[in-house]
């Protein structure tokens, strides 16, 4: 157990909506990361924050977005679903005062199904 | 986009046996980490090799990494059931960012 938590575990939505979903990074960290991986695939980078910014982006179009709080905790939303959107999505944390070990804690993942 | 490739993609032995795979990847970077990934869950960190070393190991696991060919590769001794899972290498550029870009994977069954 990595301490990341992610919820849901499991959503189904239409094609057209609009979905969040949520990560409680581990303590002490104050980066995210959110990772999409298609069936079949490595995940890919969709976008990092520090701090509460953004601090690096993936090949995502905009209706990807994400937010990071005080807390540490974050999301991400997804609008205007399309069926390509269906995967697992992983958040991981990171203590960025720890430059020199750069590892990434994942958490478990909410997979996503898009109708 | 994917940064490389694993090889095999897929990787099938007897428990006990040794596990060896590979991990290309096409830029420079300051780090190679290796993923365990089980049945479609989170990943999880196994180890870590920077740019400036040829070789680390941790436990069962032995790592190495040629940055004249970008290449990788992992080794698992002595193999055991609970071991069966996909292993992902992914590369990391430094710059102040944590992003990681993965390979496809290879899938390893480890058979009692």
């Known amino acids: 157990e990595t301490g990341v938590t992610q919820s849901p575990t499991h959503l189904i939505k239409t094609r057209g909506q609009q979905v969040t979903l949520r990560c409680s990074s581990q303590s002490g960290h104050n980066t995210v990361s959110w990772y999409q991986q298609a069936l079949g695939q490595g995940p890919q980078f969709i976008f990092q924050?520090?701090?509460?910014?953004?601090?690096g982006r993936g090949n995502f179009p905009p209706r990807f977005s994400g937010l990071q709080f005080p807390n540490y905790s974050s999301e991400l939303n997804v609008n205007a679903l399309e069926l390509d959107d269906s995967a697992l999505y992983l958040c991981?944390?990171?203590?960025?005062?720890?430059?020199?070990?750069?590892?990434?804690?994942f958490g478990p993942g909410t997979r996503l199904t898009v109708t | 986009s994917q940064q490389g490739e694993e090889d095999p993609q897929a990787l099938s032995i007897q428990e006990g046996e040794n596990a060896t795979m590979n991990c290309s990847y096409k830029?420079?970077?300051?780090?190679l980490q290796w993923y365990r990934q089980n049945s479609g869950r989170g990943l999880v960190h196994l180890i870590l090799i920077r740019s400036n070393e040829r070789e680390k190991h941790s436990g069962r696991l032995r790592v190495t990494l040629d940055t004249s060919k970008k290449s990788s590769s992992l080794l698992i001794t002595a193999s055991r059931a609970a071991d069966t899972a996909s292993y992902f290498c992914?590369?990391?550029?430094?710059?102040?960012?944590?992003?990681?870009?993965f390979g496809k994977g290879t899938k390893l069954s480890v058979i009692p």
């Open positions: 830029t420079s970077i300051n780090n």
């Open positions: 992914a590369t990391n550029s430094g710059a102040g960012s944590y992003q990681l870009t």
């Open positions: 924050y520090y701090r509460e910014e953004e601090n």
């Open positions: 991981a944390s990171s203590p960025a005062d720890r430059p020199l070990f750069p590892e990434q804690y």
